[in-house]
């Protein structure tokens, strides 16, 4: 459709993927899909902001294009591509950060706590100081997001702050120029936006946690994943109840499980009132085998055919391409930029 709306989204290839990334992100995303022309990103010049294995960047970043994949984003009805296939994206990024105030930078939250984090060893350099690209992360991000003209950003809670910042660049942008970039909206999904760590519900759920225990990867095992509920945190008492602020431990759990079974969490307290957490666990671990059996079982398949999921992304990044060096045009002759 000429007139559809654009949806844009992306995740790094930088770990293992786990179940907050699939409820509150890949799984949006496949509903989205036949609303939207919509773009998945995996955004692998965002990884390098941290220091990744170079063994282990391109493997994590086929791995990821074949969990999206496997959860259920067709490339039929979704442009699915590499962030670094497509070059716009850094020479719109460095445009951009030429016209981002330094402060609004730095008010950033996610470089303020990136920026006390321990430093790496992998990278001996960093122990040095900030790493500029840490800095410079939410002009690429909003590069990534303008490129496609793009409506609608699903995104966390925590994330707002950069769409935020991307509206506020591209208003920028259109006050000085003219009319150019589409001012995108965020989509926060009411559940699901904010999973929280299994050891930790007052953190997010991570895949760079310290602990295993904290998230449930979508590959792990079925005992892998019953021995996670097992041992998550609980909170004190025995009543199964929906409360983020008297309990928010088992909130978490209660919300993972509405999501995986879709039964609603007022549903759950009613089935679990008077029965304790041991039981609760143990059918939710059940619940989460379960649902991520099948998308196991695709995520193996496409791990035979590769050369497929290479070709789905070279096709993507063609796609991408084309409507991306359409809008770098369009901001760089407003500029008057010398054309070849």
Request: charged share 25%.
């Amino acid at each position: 459709m000429v007139n559809q709306k654009v949806l844009f989204s992306g995740i790094q290839p930088s770990g293992v993927l786990h179940i907050g990334n699939y409820l509150g992100a890949i799984k949006q995303w496949v509903e989205l899909q036949n609303e939207y022309r919509s773009f998945f990103c995996i955004v692998d010049e965002h990884a390098i902001t941290v220091p990744q294995d170079p063994k282990e960047l391109g493997e994590n970043t086929l791995k990821t294009a074949m969990m999206y994949l496997a959860a259920g984003v067709d490339p039929s009805r979704s442009t699915i591509f590499v962030q670094s296939h497509v070059p716009a994206h850094t020479e719109l990024g460095w445009i951009l950060n030429t016209m981002t105030p330094l402060g609004e930078l730095e008010r950033m939250t996610q470089f303020k706590e990136k920026s006390r984090a321990p430093k790496l060893p992998i990278f001996p350099a960093a122990r040095t100081g900030i790493m500029a690209g840490l800095l410079n992360y939410p002009t690429l991000m909003a590069a990534d997001i303008l490129l496609y003209k793009t409506n609608a950003v699903p995104v966390g809670e925590d994330q707002l702050q950069h769409v935020e910042l991307t509206r506020s660049i591209a208003e920028r942008f259109n006050n000085r120029y003219g009319e150019t970039l589409v001012i995108p909206k965020a989509i926060v999904s009411k559940s699901g936006a904010r999973i929280m760590g299994l050891d930790d519900p007052t953190k997010k759920m991570s895949k760079s946690a310290s602990s295993p225990n904290n998230y449930i990867s979508l590959l792990d095992s079925p005992d892998e994943i019953r021995g996670k509920i097992k041992i998550a945190v609980t909170d004190s008492g025995a009543e199964i109840r929906y409360d983020e602020k008297e309990k928010p431990a088992i909130s978490n759990l209660l919300a993972i499980y509405s999501l995986f079974s879709g039964k609603t969490t007022g549903d759950l307290e009613k089935h679990y009132d008077g029965k304790g957490y041991a039981e609760f666990k143990k059918e939710l671990g059940e619940v989460i085998v379960e649902a991520l059996n099948p998308l196991q079982k695709r995520f193996q398949d496409l791990g035979q055919n590769k050369d497929e999921v290479r070709n789905t992304l070279k096709n993507g990044a063609a796609t991408a391409s084309k409507v991306a060096e359409a809008t770098l045009g369009e901001v760089k002759d407003k500029m008057g930029f010398l054309t070849k």
